[in-house]
Nanobody
């Protein structure tokens, strides 16, 4: 059974930091690229950060570059999102996404974790 379980969300003041985690199980984590997306009310889901299966390449959405860092630990089947200098506009539900780099049609989503940044 495939599972992606996000944790680490919560309420933080502007300028603060949070670290999100996504624990994966039920598939071969090390051959999947991992991403974090977010969605706030009335807006489309947007890509926040992406990391390849081996961790050698990362990409970020323009709004988070220089503030967020994605990383992964393939030994622990976990991907992280370190979020620094948070802004109220970062408030959203953050979702973990896995996409196979062998068979790109294999895509999994987590349930999401709420991040709220107060001004």
């Amino acid at each position: 059974q495939v599972q992606l379980v996000e944790s680490g969300g919560g309420l933080v003041q502007a300028g603060g930091s949070l670290r999100l985690s996504c624990a994966a199980s039920g598939f071969t984590f090390s051959v999947y690229a991992m991403s974090w997306y977010r969605q706030s009310p009335g807006k489309e889901r947007e890509l926040v950060a992406y990391i390849t299966s081996g961790g050698g390449t990362t990409n970020y959405g323009d709004s988070v570059k220089g503030r967020f860092t994605i990383s992964r630990d393939n030994a622990k089947n976990t991907v992280y999102l370190q979020m620094n200098n948070l802004k109220p506009e970062d408030t959203a539900v953050y979702y973990c996404n896995a996409r196979s780099q062998i068979s790109s049609y294999l895509v999994y989503w987590g349930q999401g974790t709420q991040v709220t940044v107060s001004s």
